[in-house]
């Protein structure tokens, strides 16, 4: 399975920008799929996930901002940003996780800059 994201860019602060993340191929229905960051300097770190039961958890500094989606039906998983910060720069990963394997996407860079 290869994992295609798009969405990235440059943004404002207060700025909104939309994740997506298309898988090339349909996978078992039993999966995880998710949003990673790594900024400069620092390690990777869990942005959100999402089951495919719809459950979802996201990092503490992203709550209330961001939200995590899912289309199954597209394989497609999507993550919209809102009221975005300098601090969410980063270059943002996809992920997917079912019993075959783990599989990640190539990264998209954002940057929030005025």
């Known amino acids: 399975v290869q994992l295609q994201a798009s969405g990235g860019g440059l943004v404002q602060p207060g700025g909104s920008l939309r994740l997506s993340c298309a898988a090339s191929?349909?996978?078992?229905?039993?999966?995880?799929m998710g949003w990673y960051r790594q900024a400069p300097g620092k390690q990777r770190e869990l942005v959100a996930v999402?089951?495919?039961?719809?459950?979802?958890n996201y990092a503490d500094s992203v709550k209330g901002r961001f939200t995590i989606s899912r289309d199954g039906a597209k394989n497609t998983v999507y993550l919209q940003m809102n009221n975005m910060k300098p601090e969410d720069t980063a270059v943002y990963y996809c992920?997917?996780?079912?019993?075959?394997?783990?599989?990640w996407g190539q990264g998209t860079l954002v940057t929030v800059s005025s």
């Open positions: 999402v089951s495919s039961a719809g459950i979802t």
């Open positions: 191929e349909s996978f078992f229905k039993i999966n995880t």
């Open positions: 992920r997917l996780t079912y019993y075959k394997g783990d599989y």
